[in-house]
């Protein structure tokens, strides 16, 4: 039946059904390429800066009363240097225990829309007082997360802690 429908067309008719049909196909796939393609840059939501991370790192502390800066160190960590003061800057009694709230801090950040990070680290001063002394914690942040979620208790993530001392040089000014 539908080879006696094609064969009423004149030439004419059928070069014409032909071009429609063409048409139709390349519509088609020009539509599914455009809508299968990512979106352009300035379309996608965009993120917080790393500023503006690294704002929303030091307002969390401060959330914490802990006075001290975040940054991005250069293999992607997260680094919460604290001053051992707290937002008022009165010494802080423990700067062991203001890296346990640092840490407790940072997993907020993926929620203001930053991070995540491949670790965490805080710089404390030295907990033993040593003048220049400073306290390097690094844990990873998978397990930082897991801490978080209650799936790993205080000593658990202490066993996974790498803990580095050492002393800060100072400056010399001319």
Not at 22 to 44: F, I, N, W, Y
Not at 92 to 109: F, H, K, N
Not at 138 to 153: C, G
Request: aromatic letters at 4%; one cysteine or more.
């Amino acid at each position: 039946m539908k080879r006696q429908a094609l064969a009423g067309l004149d030439r004419r008719q059928f070069i014409l059904l032909a071009a429609l049909f063409v048409a139709d196909v390349t519509l088609l796939a020009v539509g599914l390429m455009v809508v299968r393609e990512p979106m352009p840059a300035s379309a996608v939501p965009s993120s917080p800066g790393q500023a503006s991370c690294q704002a929303i790192g030091a307002q969390l502390l401060a959330g914490r009363n802990l006075a001290g800066t975040a940054r991005l160190d250069t293999d992607g960590a997260l680094r919460l240097e604290l001053s051992g003061s707290d937002v008022s800057g009165h010494p802080l009694p423990q700067a062991s225990e203001a890296a346990w709230d640092a840490l407790a801090a940072a997993p907020a950040l993926p929620a203001a829309g930053c991070g995540p990070y491949p670790s965490v680290r805080v710089d404390v001063p030295d907990p033993n007082g040593q003048p220049g002394g400073r306290l390097l914690i690094e844990v990873s942040w998978i397990d930082l997360r897991a801490w978080e979620k209650h799936e790993l208790d205080d000593g658990e993530l202490a066993t996974r802690i790498k803990a580095i001392s050492y002393i800060q040089p100072e400056i010399i000014r001319p």
